[in-house]
Structures are given as structure tokens and as C-alpha cells.
């Protein structure tokens, strides 16, 4: 019972004080912990923060381990989609990604940008207007058009509407992304969006995805983070339960690896 006591109060009292000061912080415990725009500061790695001690903090945990990780998962897709962008193009063929939980989307600017929107057309979609808004200004930034990236408001957990949404849009992608989503999707939900997301993808499109096996923050997410629905609790999946919830759902050529935090599984799954 006192270590428990002790525990909370380091947890809540004394880090929750101090991560207030900070920008990363601020954002995880006053409810926005799973926003894109709060990643996108992860991305950035530019520490900011309050009252004097709040860069420096801010610093601190920007170099967690699962931050570090973040960025990596970042860097990866980056990679993964130039590569799939460039074989496309070998074959005279465009490249059409839908990232389904975008958040800001500033790896879709860069992308975009890196290869001058040639035979690339991009839609984020994400729920959270104020990171759709960051995200068109970082396109922008990017000089990346409006018709080459596009950003649309929709709730991402409701799966089932992507399908509708393309034909609505008269649009289907061969590349589809989730850097933020299934760790939040409880197994039933998870399972039926592998499903949907094969529907929606054209054949031979790839299904990239990111999920998490452990955190190395994960006492502090729990204890002091917090998102718009409550406690930022996340689902830890080994990466064999994903592979066989992927080849029930029909994807062939199913492959992942694991970062070097063992904490990131990436998914590379082919319809």
C-alpha cells in the first residue's frame, strides 16, 4: 500500500507538475495525447515549453525511448512509400495513398514534395480538425497542392465508411497507411478493419501499418496521459496475432519487422 502511495505520487503530483511546464507534455496530460498534432511536435524534436524549466523538460521527453521510436516509425514510412512510389513509376503507373489516421500528416507533405507530385495523389483522413488544419499548412510549407494532398474530416474508427468514401470521391488507393490505429482498436474492431481495408484497397495494393508490442513509457502514459476518451491505455499485440488476423482477411505476402525498442511492429501486408 505505501509503495503504491508512493508511486502515485511521483506519478501524479511531481511528474505531472513537470510535464506541464513542457509543450509534449501539456498536450499528453491535459487530454491531447493521441492528437497528430501532438506527434507532430515528437516529429519536429524541436523542444518548447513554460516557465523556464519547460524547454528543458520538454527536451527530456522528446529523447524518450518510445519518442525516439515515434520518429523512427516516421522515417520508415517515409522509406517504404518512396521505395513503393519509384517501382510504381518504373511501370508507368501512379501511386494513390490514403493514410486513414493522419493526424497532421507530415510525412504525406514530404513525400509528396520529395518526389514534386509527380504521379502521386495523397488523402489523409483524420477526425481532429485543428491537426487537419496543421497538416494543410505543413503541405503548404512543402508547396505540395491542394489537388496532390488532399485532407478530409472522418472518423476513422468507423472503418466501414472508407470503402463508400472512395466511390463517393470516385477515387481508390493501391497503398493504404495506419501509423496510429490499430493499438487503439480493441481485437473485434481490429479485426474488422483489416477486413474492410482489404475491400477497400485495389488489387495488388499494400496495407502499411504500424502497431505496438510494448512501450517503454507505458506506466507513465497510463498514469499520467491522458486522450479525449480518458487514460491513454493502448492494445499491446504480439505480431503473430496480427499476422493471422491479415491472412483471414485475405492479405497475401505478409511481412513484418520490429524496431530496435521492440517497440514498433511494422506491417506490410499485399492484397
Known amino acids: 500500500m505505501l509503495k503504491q502511495a508512493l508511486e502515485d505520487f511521483l506519478y501524479k503530483k511531481v511528474l505531472r507538475s513537470l510535464m506541464l511546464t513542457s509543450k509534449l507534455g501539456r498536450q499528453c496530460v491535459l487530454g491531447e495525447a493521441s492528437a497528430g498534432y501532438n506527434f507532430d511536435h ?40 518512396g521505395e513503393e512510389i519509384e517501382t510504381r513509376k518504373s511501370q508507368g503507373k501512379a501511386t494513390r495513398i490514403m493514410d486513414v489516421a493522419c493526424g497532421a500528416g507530415r510525412y504525406l507533405a ?8 509527380e ?14 488544419k496543421l497538416g494543410r499548412s505543413i503541405a503548404d510549407a512543402y508547396r505540395v497542392s491542394e489537388s496532390s494532398l488532399r485532407f478530409f474530416r472522418g472518423n476513422v474508427f ?16 493501391n497503398i493504404i ?7 487503439y482498436l480493441d481485437d ?3 479485426q474488422s478493419a483489416f477486413q474492410q481495408i482489404y475491400e477497400a484497397l485495389q488489387d495488388g495494393g499494400i496495407f502499411l501499418f504500424f502497431s505496438q508490442q510494448n512501450n517503454p513509457s507505458k506506466k507513465l502514459m497510463e498514469k499520467v496521459c491522458t486522450t479525449g476518451s480518458g487514460a491513454w491505455i493502448l492494445y499491446y499485440r504480439q505480431p503473430e496475432l496480427l499476422s493471422k488476423w491479415l491472412m483471414e482477411a485475405q492479405f497475401k505476402q505478409i511481412n513484418f519487422s520490429i524496431d530496435r525498442w521492440n517497440m514498433y511492429n511494422l506491417f506490410l501486408a499485399r492484397k
Do not use: C
Not at 524549466?53 to 516509425?73: E, F, M, N, W
Not at 468507423?158 to 488507393?173: C, T
Open 110 to 117: 514530404e513525400v509528396d514534395a520529395g518526389f514534386n507530385q
Open 42 to 81: 515528437m516529429y519536429e524534436n524541436k523542444a518548447n515549453g513554460y516557465y523556464g524549466i519547460g524547454p528543458a523538460i520538454d527536451y527530456v521527453l522528446l529523447h524518450l525511448p518510445a519518442v525516439k521510436a515515434t520518429r523512427a516509425r516516421k522515417e520508415s514510412i517515409i522509406k517504404i512509400l
Open 119 to 132: 504521379g502521386v495523389e495523397i488523402i489523409g483522413v483524420d477526425y481532429d480538425t485543428k491537426s487537419l
Open 177 to 183: 497507411v495506419a501509423s496510429g490505429l490499430v493499438e
Open 188 to 190: 473485434p474492431k481490429a
Open 158 to 173: 468507423r472503418l466501414e465508411r472508407l470503402k463508400k468514401f472512395g466511390h463517393k470521391i470516385d477515387w481508390r488507393p
